[in-house]
């Protein structure tokens, strides 16, 4: 059995992967994913290598928006479980060494959570202050509106109460008010819930947004910052070894200030997600120039010590140009927009490998690129196997069908009659659970899922990956991106063909003249580092990760026996 | 020590290296001028600069040979052995000190600290290094005239071989470029030039700028670009996921940055009627000497000439200053913090007052255009591709995106000033190809027809 690490750094050097409940697994036959089905399928996440869970909000809700629409923070929705399932996945999932991080959503609730309905029929109660009401629907003009599509304003009357209410998202989940101590402390209890149930951390969504100043744009005010730095020091007093992940959807530049202070390693969140890293990576493939990596690597800051970015490939949400600040979209759409497959592409709503026309060549190549470049990889569930989507279900819910288990009915994910499930299973033919399911995949030891699970255990087993500095080295090639992750003598040095040719690059290696590279996927020695230029050829699509060993002179080289 | 300099072997050992202009039998070293010592050889380790005149039949030259005298050889330099000198003092094995670390070391000393020479001063600008007298350095081995050294990460010496009394004009134009507010170049550091005092005349060595690390340069971009377009037959150049054209707009955006630094840090000149008939009397003197090399521009000959009589009869003024003189892709370089235009030495063959002088900047941007024809064109030389029209397609695109990033406003005037200079240019490249790779001399030939035509 094995036993969580004791280090508080831990999620510095974790593999993270995103599990939605309701898609995974269905224990009770209802059609429903529910966390007694997760338990069954921990052994399977041991197996593959997964050091963290990351499981989106599981909350009673309406689920008017994919559960982020919490009615009742400290409770399981009824179709996926009960809290004593909730501690049954977490117990096995610690006992097998996976921890387990869940989606918090502070800045707003659901209408359907109590708090609203008692703050809409009785102003004066203890809920009345809970949320942000006004008379008039032009106060904090300066926000913009973050969901165009659906909605006008910012405000919504509510015939209830007579006033208009605050929200920053759909007009059906009202903003929380910061200001107000009481839900300040609520947010504690809350959280204090399932920390005492035993939960790694918390993904907190929308961080953002949490408080609303007159005449600003609403947005990383000084306040929130001060309210994250107080959920740290509660969590760090109380919870220690504990992370709070921060989805702030911003410019690295803004993002790293939920970090916090500097001198101290980080007083704010442990981690944020680093999101311009996905959309530059398809961006360097399409345009086979490792420009795009390039230059965001180099323009983002560095983080406290303590801290670490998450990345990803795909998760549950699309993501779009529209979702990174004003300044990077200009960049963006200047640059790379004028393509228009590079839009059709970029306003994601699908999986990674149909995105990739299911070339197992690029995915391969990008996963090299997630589980290398600096950040704690995030997986999304079903990627590991090259799971398709089904572009015609509405919303999101086309990237979120029913994990691929077996070729059997409902591909393993459920024994209820496949029209009761709560999305179908793909059945395409060329992602249909027929072909790709992790039955399958286990099969094969050519199969992406074994090729994917060999490369964790390569990216576990060098703290480099987790922790090491990041040199890019440039290059002859425009097209090969070639960095070193360096920690304590840990050197791996990753070159990535991003071009669909076969490349040469020559590398400029002069800092480890004398060292013998070894290729990590087979262990292979390549020639020995020396004064020249260092040259390589990649096959279209290649990448190769090296280990940079010790210094070797002709007298340390070969077996003893051939030495003299 | 002052003994006479033998160099039996020198001969062998310029006639070997890639900057150096003729080939063995066509040359002798007419005279060889040490400068100080930088280092004693009695300790083992003798550096200094010999200024080397060759004679050749075209006329004199003067080679800088930084040189390492050693008491003892070093085999992992062999590659760098100029030859043995017997002195009263002892044999030195000598090498060429740009192979030789520990003398590498020896010359980048003197950067820091007080002058050690009379006869040589080591200039530093106020911009900040972030190397010390003990950084190693490393060679690059892909210069052509010149050799560089990569001083720790961040610093690269470039060591002029071929040098002409007076400013460097690469030295000369980083001087007045690189500073706060100026991207568009690399840093310069400092440099290193011969002191005038002894009567010597002046000559820039050596330079020392910044390193620019994850740089590629823009030729292999531009090539990048055009392989992705060839192989998508279906794709036009607009919608290729390889397209070039943002970034040949922004490399024409940093072109005007860099002409505009240039007319503020150099003289200007306005031309108008009579000094156009000058430029157009040149390239018609160069175009009659290069029908006379190559046959088969005559039937191009006429067409030509009424270019530059329309150049000739052009009734505008022409706004002429410094400008680079050589600019092609491979003297720019495409960093993660955008274009930088390098090596301002101009065409190294010509002379000195030739290179720094006035001209108008639509002869880099004529040089630019006539790049892109060839980053397109080569690729189909290269691989046997018929598909002309493919690549036609990428040099419009990015032809158009370079001037617009520039700025070019292309009324009558502007033009044909323009599409003089690239004919000019291509005329040079017919000559060039006809006696280099007669194979590709269909390239500009094809150009100079589109562009007369």
């Given at each position: 059995?094995?036993e969580?690490e004791?280090d508080a750094l831990w999620?510095?050097?974790?593999?993270f992967?995103?599990v939605l409940v309701?898609?995974?697994?269905d224990?009770?036959?209802d059609?429903?994913?529910d966390?007694?089905?997760?338990?069954?399928k921990?052994?399977?996440l041991q197996?593959?290598?997964?050091d963290?869970?990351?499981?989106p909000?599981?909350f009673p809700?309406?689920?008017?928006?994919?559960?982020?629409?919490?009615a009742?923070?400290t409770d399981v929705?009824s179709?996926?479980?009960?809290?004593?399932?909730?501690q049954?996945?977490?117990?096995t999932?610690?006992a097998?060494?996976?921890?387990?991080?869940?989606d918090f959503?502070m800045?707003?609730t659901?209408?359907?959570?109590?708090?609203f309905?008692?703050?809409?029929?009785?102003?004066d109660?203890?809920?009345?202050?809970?949320y942000?009401w006004s008379d008039?629907?032009d106060?904090?003009?300066?926000?913009?509106?973050?969901f165009?599509d659906?909605e006008a304003?910012?405000?919504?009357?509510d015939p209830v109460?007579h006033?208009?209410f605050w929200?920053?998202?759909?007009?059906?989940?009202?903003d929380l008010?910061?200001?107000?101590?009481?839900?300040?402390?609520?947010?504690i209890?809350?959280?204090?819930f399932w920390?005492?149930r035993?939960?790694?951390?918390?993904?907190l969504?929308a961080v953002?947004?949490l408080y609303?100043?007159?005449g600003?744009?609403?947005e990383n005010?000084p306040e929130?910052?001060?309210f994250?730095?107080?959920v740290r020091?509660?969590?760090?007093e109380?919870?220690?070894g504990r992370?709070?992940l921060a989805e702030a959807?911003?410019w690295p530049?803004?993002v790293?200030d939920?970090f916090?202070d500097?001198a101290?390693?980080?007083?704010?969140c442990?981690?944020?997600?680093?999101?311009?890293?996905?959309p530059?990576?398809?961006?360097a493939v399409?345009r086979e120039s490792?420009?795009?990596?390039s230059?965001?690597?180099?323009q983002?800051?560095d983080?406290p010590?303590n801290?670490?970015w998450?990345?990803f490939?795909?998760?549950?949400?699309e993501?779009t140009l529209e979702?990174?600040?004003?300044?990077d979209?200009?960049?963006?759409w200047?640059e790379y927009a004028s393509?228009?497959?590079m839009?059709?592409?970029i306003?994601?709503r699908?999986?990674?490998?149909p995105?990739?026309?299911?070339?197992t060549?690029q995915?391969e190549l990008?996963?090299?690129l997630?589980?290398?470049?600096?950040g704690?990889?995030?997986?999304?569930?079903?990627?590991e196997?090259g799971?398709?989507d089904n572009i015609?279900?509405g919303?999101?819910?086309g990237?979120?069908?029913?994990?691929?288990w077996?070729p059997?009915?409902?591909?393993?994910f459920?024994?209820a009659?496949?029209?009761k499930l709560?999305?179908p299973?793909?059945m395409?033919?060329?992602f249909?659970?027929?072909?790709v399911n992790?039955e399958?995949h286990?099969?094969?030891?050519?199969?992406?899922?074994h090729w994917t699970?060999r490369m964790?255990?390569?990216?576990?087993?060098?703290r480099?990956?987790g922790?090491g500095?990041?040199?890019d080295?440039?290059g002859s090639?425009?097209?090969?991106?070639s960095?070193?992750?360096e920690?304590?003598g840990?050197?791996?040095?990753?070159?990535?063909?991003l071009s669909?040719?076969?490349q040469?690059?020559e590398?400029?290696?002069?800092?480890y003249v004398g060292?013998q590279?070894?290729?990590m996927?087979?262990?292979?020695d390549f020639?020995?580092?020396g004064?020249?230029?260092?040259?390589l050829?990649?096959?279209?699509h290649?990448?190769y990760?090296?280990?940079?060993?010790?210094?070797?002179t002709?007298?340390t080289?070969g077996?003893?026996?051939?030495?003299? | 020590m002052?003994?006479?300099?033998?160099h039996?072997?020198?001969?062998?050992?310029?006639?070997?290296?890639?900057?150096?202009?003729?080939?063995?039998?066509?040359?002798?070293?007419?005279?060889?001028q040490?400068?100080?010592?930088?280092?004693?050889p009695?300790?083992g380790l003798?550096?200094r600069i010999?200024l080397?005149?060759v004679t050749?039949?075209?006329?004199?030259h003067?080679?800088?040979?930084?040189?390492?005298?050693?008491s003892?050889p070093v085999?992992s330099?062999?590659y760098?052995l100029v030859g043995m000198?017997t002195?009263?003092e002892?044999d030195?094995?000598?090498?060429?000190a740009?192979?030789?670390?520990?003398a590498?070391?020896?010359?980048m000393?003197g950067?820091?600290g007080p002058p050690?020479v009379?006869d040589m001063?080591?200039?530093?600008?106020?911009i900040?290094?972030?190397?010390?007298?003990?950084?190693p350095s490393?060679?690059?081995?892909v210069?052509q005239s010149?050799?560089?050294i990569i001083?720790?990460?961040?610093?690269?010496l470039?060591w002029?071989r071929?040098?002409?009394?007076g400013?460097?004009?690469?030295?000369?134009?980083h001087q007045?470029?690189s500073?706060p507010?100026?991207?568009?170049?690399?840093?310069?550091f400092g440099w290193?030039s011969?002191?005038?005092a002894?009567?010597?005349p002046?000559?820039d060595l050596?330079?020392l700028q910044?390193f620019?690390?994850?740089a590629?340069?823009g030729?292999?971009?531009a090539?990048?670009?055009?392989?992705d377009?060839?192989?998508?037959p279906e794709?036009?150049?607009?919608?290729?996921g390889?397209d070039?054209?943002g970034?040949?707009?922004?490399?024409?955006?940093t072109t005007?940055?860099v002409h505009?630094?240039?007319?503020?840090?150099?003289?200007?000149e306005i031309?108008?009627t009579?000094q156009l008939?000058?430029?157009a009397e040149?390239?018609?003197?160069?175009l009659?000497a290069?029908a006379a090399d190559?046959?088969?521009?005559?039937?191009?000959?006429?067409?030509?000439e009424?270019?530059y009589?329309?150049?000739?009869r052009?009734?505008?003024?022409?706004h002429?200053q410094?400008?680079?003189g050589?600019?092609?892709l491979?003297q720019?370089?495409?960093t993660t913090a955008g274009w930088?235009?390098?090596?301002?030495?101009g065409?190294p063959a010509?002379p000195?007052?030739?290179r720094?002088m006035?001209?108008?900047?639509a002869r880099?941007?004529?040089?630019?255009?006539r790049s892109f024809?060839?980053a397109?064109?080569?690729?189909l030389?290269?691989?046997g591709a018929?598909?002309?029209e493919r690549?036609?397609?990428?040099?419009a695109?990015n032809?158009?995106?370079f001037?617009?990033?520039?700025g070019?406003?292309p009324d009558?005037?502007?033009t044909i000033v323009l599409s003089?200079?690239?004919?000019?240019?291509?005329?040079y490249?017919?000559?060039y190809?006809?006696?280099h790779?007669p194979d590709w001399?269909t390239?500009?030939?094809?150009?100079?027809?589109r562009?007369?035509s």
């Amino acid at each position: 059995m094995a036993e969580l690490e004791d280090d508080a750094l831990w999620f510095k050097r974790a593999v993270f992967y995103e599990v939605l409940v309701r898609s995974f697994k269905d224990s009770s036959g209802d059609g429903v994913g529910d966390l007694k089905g997760l338990t069954e399928k921990l052994d399977y996440l041991q197996w593959l290598g997964v050091d963290c869970l990351w499981l989106p909000p599981f909350f009673p809700s309406p689920l008017r928006d994919g559960g982020y629409d919490v009615a009742d923070y400290t409770d399981v929705a009824s179709d996926i479980g009960t809290i004593d399932d909730f501690q049954g996945v977490l117990d096995t999932a610690h006992a097998k060494g996976i921890r387990v991080i869940i989606d918090f959503v502070m800045n707003h609730t659901s209408d359907a959570h109590p708090w609203f309905q008692a703050s809409r029929h009785d102003p004066d109660g203890p809920y009345g202050d809970f949320y942000v009401w006004s008379d008039t629907d032009d106060a904090y003009a300066g926000a913009r509106v973050i969901f165009v599509d659906t909605e006008a304003s910012n405000w919504t009357w509510d015939p209830v109460r007579h006033q208009y209410f605050w929200h920053r998202f759909y007009h059906h989940q009202p903003d929380l008010n910061f200001d107000n101590p009481a839900v300040r402390d609520a947010m504690i209890e809350a959280l204090s819930f399932w920390l005492d149930r035993g939960i790694d951390g918390f993904r907190l969504d929308a961080v953002p947004y949490l408080y609303e100043r007159e005449g600003t744009d609403g947005e990383n005010l000084p306040e929130t910052h001060e309210f994250l730095r107080y959920v740290r020091r509660y969590i760090d007093e109380h919870y220690p070894g504990r992370v709070v992940l921060a989805e702030a959807n911003q410019w690295p530049a803004d993002v790293v200030d939920y970090f916090g202070d500097h001198a101290s390693g980080g007083d704010e969140c442990h981690m944020c997600f680093h999101f311009p890293v996905m959309p530059r990576i398809f961006m360097a493939v399409r345009r086979e120039s490792r420009y795009p990596v390039s230059e965001i690597m180099e323009q983002t800051p560095d983080i406290p010590s303590n801290c670490q970015w998450g990345i990803f490939l795909r998760n549950h949400d699309e993501l779009t140009l529209e979702m990174v600040t004003d300044e990077d979209r200009d960049y963006m759409w200047g640059e790379y927009a004028s393509d228009p497959r590079m839009k059709a592409n970029i306003g994601i709503r699908r999986r990674l490998a149909p995105l990739l026309d299911n070339d197992t060549n690029q995915i391969e190549l990008f996963t090299a690129l997630l589980l290398s470049l600096p950040g704690s990889p995030v997986l999304y569930y079903g990627d590991e196997i090259g799971m398709g989507d089904n572009i015609w279900l509405g919303d999101r819910d086309g990237v979120r069908t029913p994990m691929q288990w077996t070729p059997d009915r409902n591909a393993g994910f459920s024994p209820a009659t496949p029209g009761k499930l709560s999305l179908p299973v793909i059945m395409d033919p060329v992602f249909g659970f027929q072909a790709v399911n992790v039955e399958a995949h286990q099969t094969s030891n050519s199969s992406l899922l074994h090729w994917t699970r060999r490369m964790i255990t390569i990216r576990k087993q060098h703290r480099a990956f987790g922790l090491g500095s990041f040199h890019d080295l440039g290059g002859s090639n425009p097209s090969v991106l070639s960095y070193i992750r360096e920690h304590e003598g840990d050197v791996m040095l990753c070159v990535n063909n991003l071009s669909r040719f076969p490349q040469p690059v020559e590398l400029d290696l002069h800092a480890y003249v004398g060292v013998q590279p070894i290729e990590m996927l087979g262990g292979v020695d390549f020639p020995r580092i020396g004064d020249l230029p260092y040259l390589l050829t990649l096959a279209g699509h290649g990448f190769y990760w090296f280990r940079l060993g010790k210094r070797i002179t002709p007298d340390t080289e070969g077996p003893p026996e051939a030495r003299a | 020590m002052t003994e006479p300099v033998q160099h039996p072997h020198m001969t062998d050992y310029l006639a070997r290296q890639r900057w150096f202009g003729a080939s063995v039998g066509r040359f002798t070293v007419s005279a060889v001028q040490p400068l100080s010592w930088l280092s004693d050889p009695l300790t083992g380790l003798g550096v200094r600069i010999e200024l080397v005149t060759v004679t050749t039949a075209n006329g004199r030259h003067v080679y800088n040979l930084p040189l390492a005298y050693r008491s003892e050889p070093v085999d992992s330099i062999g590659y760098g052995l100029v030859g043995m000198e017997t002195w009263d003092e002892g044999d030195f094995y000598v090498y060429d000190a740009m192979h030789d670390p520990e003398a590498r070391t020896v010359l980048m000393n003197g950067f820091f600290g007080p002058p050690k020479v009379a006869d040589m001063v080591f200039h530093r600008t106020g911009i900040e290094i972030d190397i010390d007298a003990d950084t190693p350095s490393v060679a690059l081995s892909v210069d052509q005239s010149n050799t560089s050294i990569i001083v720790g990460e961040t610093a690269l010496l470039k060591w002029f071989r071929r040098v002409v009394p007076g400013r460097n004009p690469d030295v000369e134009v980083h001087q007045a470029l690189s500073g706060p507010g100026s991207d568009s170049v690399a840093a310069l550091f400092g440099w290193i030039s011969t002191s005038n005092a002894d009567g010597l005349p002046g000559y820039d060595l050596a330079m020392l700028q910044r390193f620019l690390r994850t740089a590629t340069d823009g030729w292999e971009s531009a090539r990048t670009s055009v392989r992705d377009l060839l192989a998508d037959p279906e794709l036009a150049a607009s919608e290729a996921g390889g397209d070039f054209a943002g970034d040949a707009e922004r490399l024409g955006a940093t072109t005007a940055h860099v002409h505009e630094l240039m007319a503020d840090s150099f003289p200007t000149e306005i031309w108008a009627t009579e000094q156009l008939g000058a430029l157009a009397e040149r390239l018609r003197a160069r175009l009659t000497a290069a029908a006379a090399d190559a046959p088969m521009l005559a039937p191009l000959v006429p067409r030509i000439e009424e270019c530059y009589d329309a150049l000739a009869r052009l009734d505008m003024a022409v706004h002429a200053q410094r400008v680079h003189g050589d600019l092609h892709l491979g003297q720019t370089l495409r960093t993660t913090a955008g274009w930088k235009i390098i090596d301002f030495e101009g065409e190294p063959a010509a002379p000195l007052a030739e290179r720094t002088m006035l001209d108008t900047p639509a002869r880099d941007l004529a040089g630019m255009l006539r790049s892109f024809d060839y980053a397109a064109h080569s690729v189909l030389l290269q691989t046997g591709a018929d598909t002309l029209e493919r690549a036609e397609e990428w040099v419009a695109r990015n032809r158009a995106a370079f001037l617009s990033g520039y700025g070019f406003v292309p009324d009558e005037g502007a033009t044909i000033v323009l599409s003089a200079y690239e004919i000019d240019k291509a005329v040079y490249e017919v000559v060039y190809e006809l006696h280099h790779r007669p194979d590709w001399v269909t390239l500009p030939l094809r150009a100079l027809e589109r562009l007369v035509s």
